[in-house]
């Protein structure tokens, strides 16, 4: 009974075939808000010599009747004896300074906003927002990277040098408390603070971030350190209506929590240790090991967009995935029924039953949480339409190298594989007897640093039985 997972070097090619989803998903579709944002910033330049124009004008309007009038002003009827000043007069006022008024009313902005418009149908959403920063907050927990060291950029790999300023923190800690993630909202509030303590610059102020971080450490149970935080918020803004508020709740909870305890126990033995939390347990239950491997420890085997939902056997978006994908068929490109045949050279299995080659870009925090690719014995219906069976093998080929992260893993094999561009890892999902190998249940692991191009053919059984025969018992 063996596992096959093999890297094979392989030419490949690079195609783009991008439907519509999430910014946030797919660092190819990102690349158009890079172009986007460039657009409008020469749009704001062109408006800023035009407003620079007409300011120039009116400029040299003003030092020009700046001057006349303090001559004019000093001797006003000796000025006006003069019967051409008297017109002149006449004339500016009539006629020149209604002049200028059209000139100050001139919308210089017309053409910057016209364009502004047009672009903001195609701008990301609250919800890329949001995803954007789970993707950041989904790197910090895999890689064990602090708010700090995101805040510097200080990531491995990088081309370029990034930092987060203190109203970039606090969007950070805002949306983590808008999805109710106050683990990862007092994270992001307190580096905001150590960043105003260090005498960084911003909008944001340290009354906003103690009134998020207070109530954020009161949800995680830490009522003693919740008491303190809002009475640092009213010392700074005493008028404060909700911190006074809290403060009057948090003191009578801590008063019946005091009344509730045994006589014997100490203050010290009451009180939550301040500043620590621990990261809430979630639906994963291989979440420690993933993470791991995702990282390169404990690694014992080291090798160099859409799911089908498993009940209904449709095409669906799922947020344990974060990618971009589509699907190629041989008549899109000659390339594509190259490609094809090389991988049925390479296996001795035929894609006339497999599925179509998927192109997947994974975005910003990209990732594909742990899942086996055939579906189990309560998931039958979901290659059903198909009409070709199981999924007895996946073909996974990396089309570009990533700098950071991204690796594929096999939890319950310790086994890691690094992107690396013009290589991929075939393996078998069934055992020969038809059975699901559930050692290759596996994760495609968040992308740290850079841009990750895959593509994948998954072959049915149908098709295989002479190529891969079955085996006499369940283990074969």
Request: hydrophobic share 40%.
């Amino acid at each position: 009974m063996k596992l096959w997972v093999s890297a094979l070097l392989m030419a490949w090619f690079g195609v783009l075939s991008c439907v519509q989803a999430e910014f946030f998903t797919s660092i190819g579709h990102m690349t158009d808000l890079i172009y986007a944002e460039k657009e409008l910033v020469q749009s704001l330049k062109e408006y800023i010599l035009v407003e620079e124009a007409k300011l120039s004008k009116i400029k040299s309007w003003a030092n020009k009747m700046e001057a006349l009038t303090s001559k004019s002003a000093a001797d006003a009827e000796g000025y006006l004896a003069h019967p051409v000043n008297a017109y002149k007069l006449v004339k500016r006022l009539n006629t020149d300074w209604p002049a200028l008024e059209d000139l100050v009313l001139q919308d210089s902005a017309a053409g910057f906003i016209a364009n502004l418009s047009v672009q903001r149908q195609f701008f990301p959403t609250d919800e890329d927002e949001i995803g954007a920063a789970k993707a950041l907050m989904r790197l910090q927990d895999t890689y064990r990277l602090d708010p700090g060291t995101i805040s510097r950029g200080e990531l491995p790999g990088t081309k370029y040098q990034a930092m987060l300023s203190v109203d970039d923190c606090f969007g950070m800690g805002r949306s983590a408390y808008n999805e109710g993630d106050y683990y990862h909202t007092v994270l992001w509030m307190e580096q905001v603070l150590k960043q105003l303590d260090a005498g960084e610059e911003a909008t944001t102020t340290k009354s906003q971030v103690l009134d998020y971080l207070s109530y954020a450490v009161f949800q995680l149970g830490d009522l003693h350190r919740a008491l303190e935080l809002t009475r640092r918020l009213l010392s700074l803004d005493p008028s404060h209506e909700r911190a006074g508020g809290n403060l009057r709740y948090f003191e009578q909870l801590l008063e019946e929590e005091r009344e509730k305890t045994l006589t014997n126990q100490t203050e010290a033995e009451l009180a939550t240790p301040e500043g620590i939390y621990e990261r809430p347990v979630d639906y994963l239950p291989e979440r420690d090991v993933y993470e791991s491997l995702c990282r390169g420890e404990g690694v014992k085997l080291l090798a160099r967009a859409t799911v089908r939902d498993p009940k209904t056997g449709v095409l669906t978006v799922a947020s344990y995935r974060v990618s971009k994908s589509s699907w190629l068929e041989e008549d899109d490109d000659p390339v594509v029924a190259r490609v094809n045949r090389r991988m049925q050279h390479i296996t001795g299995l035929t894609v006339k039953t497999a599925e179509l080659l998927q192109v997947a870009n994974y975005g910003v925090g990209g990732q594909y949480e742990p899942h086996f690719d055939f579906s189990r014995n309560d998931e039958r219906d979901t290659f059903k339409h198909l009409g070709t069976g199981n999924r007895v093998a996946t073909f996974l080929n990396y089309m570009s190298d990533v700098e950071a992260g991204g690796a594929t893993v096999f939890p319950d094999l310790g086994a890691a594989i690094w992107p690396k561009k013009g290589t991929a890892v075939f393996w078998y999902n069934l055992l020969r007897s038809g059975e699901g190998d559930y050692r290759t249940r596996h994760a495609a692991c968040p992308v740290l640093v850079g841009c990750k191009w895959v593509s994948n053919k998954w072959f049915h059984e149908r098709g295989q039985e002479f190529l891969r025969p079955c085996g006499s018992t369940e283990v074969d």
